[in-house]
C-alpha cells in the first residue's frame, strides 16, 4: 500500500503561480452568499432585490456572475457555486481575493438518516472524502467549521424563530459511489447528512482565514439502503433557505 500519496504531501505556502489576481483589479463588499443551486432560482433572487452584476469569474465551462445588493440596510455580493468542490472553491477563492471576508453558503444535502424533507441544517464538522481540501488544510478526517461563525448563526436563527440541527455532514466528490459500505462507514463516525463542498469552502476558509458557514436543506434520503428516495429535492427550500440566509448574513457581525 502507498504510503506516501501525494495529495497527503500539503504545501502552507500562501501564494501560487496561479492567482484570481489575473481577473483583474476591483473592491468587492465583505459579505459574500455563495449558492450552490440552480440559475432559476439564483436569478429570481437577484431580480427581485435589485442586484447589480459587479464582476465575473470566467472558467472555460461557465462564467460565473457576481452580483451587489443590499438586504436589511447590508450590502452584500452573491454568486453562484457550480457543484464540486474543487469548483466551488475556485469561486470561493475569487470572492476572497477580491475583499469578501464573511461567506455564508447555501446548498442542499442528502440524508443518511431518517429525517424530513426541507430541513434546515448547520454543519459543524464535515468528513473530508473529496481531494480539494487536502490543498488546503495538512491531512485529516475532518475539517471542524468555525465554533463562533456556528454559534453566531444558530443564534440568529433562533431569534428569527427558526429550528435548526447541528450536524456533521459527509463531503463526497463521487455522488455515484455513495455505496451501502460508504454510507454506513460514515454514519458509525456520526455524519447524518452528504454533500459534494462543505469540507473543501471551510477548509479554503480557514486558509484564507476569513469567516465561512454554510447552512444545507434536505433533499434527497439515503436512509434507507436498499431504496434511494429523491423526494422532490428539497425544492420547496430553495428559495425560502436562499431568503432567510441573506437575512442572517446581513446580521451576522463582522
Not at 460565473?64 to 457543484?83: C, H, N
Not at 459500505?181 to 484564507?208: D, H, T, Y
Amino acid at each position: 500500500m502507498c504510503t506516501e500519496l501525494t495529495l497527503l504531501n500539503f504545501d502552507e505556502s500562501q501564494q501560487a503561480v496561479l492567482s484570481p489576481a489575473s481577473e483583474g483589479d476591483f473592491q468587492l463588499p465583505a459579505k459574500g452568499l455563495l449558492w450552490l443551486t440552480d440559475d432559476h432560482h439564483f436569478q429570481q433572487f437577484v431580480a427581485v432585490h435589485h442586484g447589480q452584476a459587479v464582476a465575473h469569474f470566467d472558467s472555460i465551462t461557465k462564467v460565473a456572475q457576481i452580483y451587489q445588493l443590499t438586504i436589511e440596510d447590508q450590502t452584500m455580493v452573491v454568486a453562484q457555486a457550480p457543484l464540486g468542490s474543487a469548483a466551488a472553491v475556485m469561486i470561493l477563492e475569487s470572492l476572497i481575493a477580491f475583499g469578501v471576508r464573511q461567506v455564508l453558503a447555501v446548498g442542499s444535502c442528502g440524508a443518511l438518516v431518517s429525517e424530513q424533507e426541507n430541513r434546515l441544517l448547520l454543519p459543524q464538522a464535515a468528513l473530508r472524502d473529496e481531494g480539494c481540501s487536502f490543498h488546503y488544510l495538512p491531512a485529516s478526517n475532518w475539517v471542524t467549521l468555525e465554533p463562533s461563525a456556528i454559534k453566531a448563526i444558530q443564534t440568529e436563527l433562533e431569534r428569527r424563530e427558526y429550528s435548526v440541527k447541528l450536524v456533521k455532514t459527509w463531503t463526497t466528490d463521487a455522488i455515484f459511489r455513495e455505496t451501502k459500505a460508504k454510507i454506513s462507514a460514515v454514519k458509525a463516525v456520526g455524519c447524518q447528512v452528504v454533500e459534494m463542498e462543505c469540507a473543501a469552502l471551510a477548509a479554503c476558509a480557514q486558509f484564507r482565514q476569513i469567516e465561512f458557514a454554510q447552512l444545507l436543506y434536505t433533499a434527497d434520503s439515503l436512509a434507507n439502503l436498499n431504496r434511494h428516495d429523491p423526494r422532490h429535492w428539497g425544492e420547496d427550500a430553495v428559495m425560502p433557505t436562499i431568503d432567510l440566509a441573506a437575512q442572517v448574513l446581513a446580521s451576522w457581525s463582522y
